[in-house]
């Protein structure tokens, strides 16, 4: 094993390949066919070499993910937040397939709603975007508003030590050079973002919580707007 996240475990397989595998029911096809999708399209994503079930082998990407490198780095939060700016601005000019679902509202875009600093690997190829189980079609603006909202509110774990006072600093300084750089507006989708984010099984009560708030103003603002 070499990397465990909220729902998968990652394990280096040799060959130049990792197996991701979900400690949960999942069928994979989907998000690898959103993968070959995006690579055909020229966006950076890791190599599908086959997909089963709960099992997904890909290409093994070197470097670290951007948010192992903040930890590291943290005096790189701008760049590595244009970067991810850049990241969602590539992706959606990307059209998704007319049969993708679309869980935040109509639209013809490829949505990652999960794309933050953790699902981006630093690569000597540049920065490759991971995993995709959540990719979906829909307005650009709501995969802005969910990676605003995971960034704002997520807890991290296994900061080292040194770096845990200066997260409060790090986390508002990444917010906003992203949301400095995006071209998307994620306003008008931060009620319905917060809301999906609230109904995933990954999100925790404490995240849950900060949601709850963020729905209630957005809701608030949108009634007072009329």
């Known amino acids: 094993m070499i990397g465990r996240g909220r729902a998968a475990d990652v394990y280096d397989i040799g060959g130049g390949r990792v197996l991701r595998r979900y400690r949960m029911p999942f069928n994979v096809e989907r998000e690898a066919a959103a993968m070959r999708h995006l690579d055909q399209a020229g966006f950076p994503v890791p190599k599908v070499y086959d997909a089963d079930g709960p099992d997904l082998v890909m290409e093994r990407l070197d470097g670290r993910d951007m948010l192992?490198?903040?930890?590291?780095?943290?005096?790189?939060a701008s760049s590595h937040a244009k970067t991810l700016a850049d990241m969602h601005n590539r992706l959606?000019?990307?059209h998704a397939p007319p049969d993708w679902p679309q869980p935040l509202g109509p639209g013809d875009r490829v949505l990652h709603v999960?794309?933050?600093?953790g699902n981006?690997?630093?690569?000597?190829?540049?920065?490759?975007v991971i995993d995709w189980s959540n990719a979906s079609a829909?307005?650009?603006?709501?995969?802005v508003a969910i990676a605003y909202l995971i960034m704002a509110c997520s807890e991290?774990?296994?900061?080292?030590?040194?770096?845990r006072p200066l997260v409060s600093s790090l986390r508002s300084a990444v917010?906003?050079?992203f949301m400095g750089g995006v071209g998307d507006d994620p306003v008008p989708y931060i009620a319905r973002a917060g809301r999906l984010r609230m109904a995933?099984?990954?999100?925790?009560p404490s995240e849950k919580e900060w949601l709850a708030r963020k729905v209630a103003e957005a809701e608030q603002l949108a009634a007072a707007a009329g």
Do not use: E, K
């Open 68 to 76: 192992t490198d903040l930890s590291r780095r943290p005096w790189l």
């Open 92 to 94: 959606h000019q990307v």
């Open 114 to 117: 999960d794309l933050h600093p």
């Open 120 to 128: 981006v690997m630093l690569t000597t190829r540049g920065p490759v």
């Open 138 to 143: 829909g307005p650009a603006g709501a995969d």
């Open 156 to 163: 991290v774990d296994d900061l080292p030590l040194l770096i």
């Open 175 to 177: 917010v906003r050079h």
């Open 200 to 204: 995933d099984p990954n999100t925790r």
